[in-house]
């Protein structure tokens, strides 16, 4: 993810001037790695809603299986860290392209394993066991899958425009999303729903299997010629052992996790969840909703690009600060949008997705400036995983069972909570900055 920009420097200036590396060669490897990662994440999360509680837990009533699902879902993101500590052992003991492979294998693999794994009719809670193993596989390699390439754009960006540098690699969730959720709604709708549950649904992993081993080879392209090894060496963008960075810059990795909250509550709330709740509480066509998600994905992109002038003009932090003011704003009548009749709930998502786009594009990596050049590489995946884990993975099971049991009120309760983990977190990265500077 995209990094905050320190002060630029002399220094700085002549090393970015002796080397041929241009932002935007370095956008593309970041737009190209990022969309094909989150179209495999999206085409999992879809079928979690939709699919794997009907194909993997028949045996219990739907809300339960939606829960059950949602909770294999959750288990990418706790091991995601795991992945990322691996993979960096890989990486200090042979080399990036190295990780970078081992990572994409295993995504590869594990896309690949669901898309032929048998339902629990066939295979009973074996299927249920191994689609919770592919599933963390799929997690350990997103973790692993960490090329420093960000980091490595927000270093090269130039000064004026480091926050529309910052937001390209944001562009990938909803380039995703759309390709994800166009795919199921053509299917569902051209199939008969026996047919999609049996072998349709599969068509969509296939699909993501295919686009990750392209992704590999163009991101293998970049990452690992001369010139960008130099890049990466030169500016420090390299491992270091995660009990250093804890205890040299654990602060710093907490505020990392907390700052993009607010954006990553909404992440899943406007994506996966409404997917869940429509399909088990109200009346809407699915097709209707995922083609309504699709325009929310456009619109989102909109916003990712709106982000990266608005930052570039008012600042990364204060822009994140105000869309998470925005986010709160939200979550108080976004219950009352999504209990309400199919254009209520095609307004919840269409503003819900914009607010997304807006905030995500400058979510991640805007306090990064605190790791330094040493920790920076490590820093910004760590603070990455850990955001994702506490902001987004338990998000669609928690949602769905509080508002299943207790009403939709919580829902905005949910919102609420993201937007407020991000005023504290930047409110306690404003005094440590500001103390940094007094001192």
Known sequence: MSAQFPAATDHDHGRQASHDVAPGEIAVGVVIGRASENFDFF????????????????????LTGALYSFAIFALAFVVRPLGTLLSMQIQRRWDRGTK?????????????????????????????????????????????SWDGLPSLLAINAPKHRRGWYAMLGQLGAPVGFIVAGALFAYLIASLAPAD?????????????????????????????????EQEMDQSDLEPVPLRELIEVKGRHVVIGAFAPLASYALFHIVTIFPLSWVLLFAKQSIVSLLWVQVLGGFIAIGGVLASGVIADRFGRIPTLGGLALAIAMFSGFAPTLLGGGELAQDAFILIGFLLLGLSYGQSSGAV???FGARYRYTGAAFSTDFAWL???????????????????????????????????????????????VQA
């Open 196 to 228: 999609f549950y049996d072998w349709g649904w599969r068509y969509p992993f296939y699909a993501a299997f295919a686009i990750n081993v392209v992704a590999l080879f163009a991101r293998l392209r970049l990452v690992v010629t001369r010139e960008y």
């Open 43 to 62: 085409v999992y999360g879809i079928a979690s809603a939709l699919v794997f509680p009907k194909v993997f837990f028949p045996f219990v009533d739907p």
């Open 100 to 144: 970078l492979t081992v990572a994409l294998f295993m995504l590869g693999v594990a896309t690949a394993g669901i898309a032929f794994l048998p339902g629990y009719a066939t295979l009973g809670s074996t299927a249920i066991v191994l689609l919770a193993l592919f599933r963390m596989l799929q997690g350990m390699a997103m973790g692993g």
């Open 368 to 370: 990064t400036r605190n």
């Open 390 to 436: 506490i902001g987004a993975a338990f998000a669609p099971l928690v949602a769905l069972w509080l508002c299943a049991n207790f009403g939709l009120a919580f829902l905005g309760a949910y919102l609420l909570s993201g937007a407020i983990s991000t005023f504290l977190a930047l409110l306690i990265h404003h005094r440590i900055r500001r103390g940094e």
